[in-house]
């Protein structure tokens, strides 16, 4: 576990703060050692700071620290955590802003919570995740990106915030362990395949407000799949 209040802060000349981070010495039965990790953090523009790099292959949780040097931590930058699949679990604070494109891509985290404060997701941010099984949105985020979650083979649970009004290009594309989705009334716009592929996906709650479902967005899914489903064969 990152315990932010337990390392020395180093900041270099560029400026990016490096964060060694050390593990309880349980976490590691097997060699009954610390688990180690690193931290770089960048300015985020606005007085904050961004994570733009972790280098370490052995913490199964990372828990995001919410200020560093008394600088608040808002934003997680591109392919921060990208295919370190010994990372299970991730504990994001309510001072997090942004989620950096491809940030969690081909992680092993296997649930997910998405504070309320954060505003923007990258695209891809969560795809191919194989391990994920449930995701929780808290309100906050009105637009979920292309492919954030695409090719989640095992995700199954979702919930969706309220404040949603956009689900865009494949954001769901291949999740094929899925066998409902509640969309939220807030949701305006379906994306193109946004949910194709999602083969055991057969219940969908679509609220009236939708004004645009693009091409293909539930083909290959079971709902697709059952001619019940359609009137007069549309």
């Given at each position: 576990t990152l315990r932010p209040d337990a390392v020395d802060y180093v900041e270099s000349t560029h400026p990016v703060t490096s964060v060694p981070t050390t593990a309880d010495e349980t976490t590691d039965p097997n060699t009954g050692g610390q688990q180690e990790g690193t931290l770089y953090f960048s300015s985020d523009g606005n007085g904050g700071l961004v994570i733009s790099a972790y280098e370490g292959d052995e913490l199964q949780q990372i828990e995001v620290p919410a200020q560093v040097q008394g600088l608040t931590v808002t934003g997680i930058g591109a392919d921060v955590f990208a295919n370190h699949t010994e990372i299970e679990d991730v504990i994001l604070p309510e001072t997090i802003r942004t989620i950096g494109a491809g940030a969690f891509a081909g992680s092993g985290i296997l649930a997910l919570t998405i504070p309320a404060s954060v505003a923007e997701i990258g695209d891809g941010a969560f795809s191919e995740c194989e391990q994920l099984s449930s995701v929780v949105i808290d309100d906050?985020?009105?637009?979920?990106?292309?492919?954030?979650?695409?090719?989640?083979?095992?995700?199954?649970?979702?919930?969706?915030?309220?404040?949603?009004?956009?689900?865009?290009d494949y954001a769901f594309t291949g999740c094929s362990s899925m066998p409902s989705i509640d969309i939220p009334d807030s949701v305006s716009v379906i994306g193109e395949s946004a949910f194709s592929f999602c083969e055991a996906l057969y219940e969908i709650d679509l609220s009236d407000n939708i004004r645009s479902i693009g091409a293909s967005t539930f083909i290959y899914t079971a709902f697709y799949d059952t001619p019940d489903n359609w009137q007069d064969g549309v």
């Open positions: 906050g985020l009105t637009v979920l990106p292309e492919n954030a979650f695409a090719h989640c083979d095992q995700l199954s649970t979702v919930t969706l915030p309220n404040s949603l009004t956009s689900i865009d």
